[in-house]
């Protein structure tokens, strides 16, 4: 929001933000604030497009002449105009990276995402595997813990019971890596790697605590900032827009916890 805030203020435009008020409720009711979006008749549209029915309504927009840019998760099998985000392969990669230097490239990973139709977590997934595929790091299982802290926490339990072998996790959704975080504390597992997404609060405990080893962040202000900035030459045709806007990731471990803003 800061990122948008600042756009606006320098160009001269005003930004509505709406959206669900909290990560319980995103899938179900993303879809119905990109349709109360494209209802209001605006000059453009950013959106997160990582969910299909969304991604859908793209095409209604674009038929209503209101240019969309997706921000964050991208659907480019579609008419948006630009994207603006992370490049999520390089994302991905990364984490992959991370996990087999945390693991000697010995590992049983257990994989929770927030659910598989999520497009931008699918990416990070794919190129993850890719980075670990010629080591001997095998995927022992998968779950979906929908992005909430006591489902993620479950599920969690349940992978290790199922698969005792497990002893690293990858994790997709901020709140997810919470989860995750929740159940080894609980059952006293130290000894499992962690990598995951997003620097919320929980996570950074966890961080500090020794139980995630990496989270991986966007930069949600220059995705903000930027998508504005590329939503605005759109509509005002100002000179070519490029199709894709790639903004940083940054690597949080506990050697920069407290000075990755900085």
């Known amino acids: 929001i800061a990122g948008v805030k600042e756009a606006d203020a320098s160009l ?25 979006a494209i209802d209001s008749d605006p000059d453009g549209i950013l959106v997160y497009a990582g969910i299909p029915e969304v991604a859908s309504l793209i095409e209604h927009a674009h038929e209503k002449g209101i240019p969309v840019v ?6 480019p099998d ?12 390089k994302m991905g990669f990364a984490c992959g990276e991370e996990l087999v230097s945390l693991t000697d490239g010995t590992a049983n990973v257990g ?6 139709t999520i497009e931008n977590e699918a990416r990070v997934y794919a190129a993850f595997k890719d980075a670990v595929c010629d080591y001997y790091v095998t ?3 998968e779950a979906e813990g929908a992005n909430n802290v006591g489902e993620a926490e479950e ?65 949600p202000y220059q995705m903000g900032y930027q ?7 759109l509509i005002n045709a100002e000179g070519s827009v490029k199709g894709s806007v790639s903004t940083d990731t940054v690597k ?10 900085d």
Not at 70 to 75: H, K, L, R, S
Not at 78 to 89: E, F, H
């Open 252 to 261: 949080i471990t506990i050697d920069n916890v407290d000075t990755y803003k």
């Open 111 to 116: 994989y929770v995402c927030t659910a598989k």
């Open 227 to 233: 998508g504005i900035r590329t939503l605005n030459k």
């Open 155 to 219: 599920c969690t339990k349940r992978l290790l019971a199922e698969h005792p072998e497990i002893d690293a996790f990858f994790v997709t959704g901020g709140e997810n890596a919470t989860g995750v975080a929740k159940a080894l504390e609980e059952l006293k597992r130290t000894d499992i790697a962690v990598v995951g997404l997003e620097d919320t609060k929980e996570n950074l405990d966890y961080l500090r605590k020794g139980i995630i080893d990496a989270l991986f962040v966007q930069d």
């Open 70 to 75: 997706t921000v964050d998760a991208d659907a």
């Open 139 to 141: 995927i022992a299982a």
């Open 78 to 89: 579609t008419a948006r105009a630009a994207y603006v985000g992370t490049d999520l392969y």
């Open 12 to 36: 001269g435009v005003e930004t509505e933000v709406i959206g669900p008020a909290t990560a319980e409720n995103f899938m179900s009711e993303m879809p119905v604030y990109m349709q109360q």
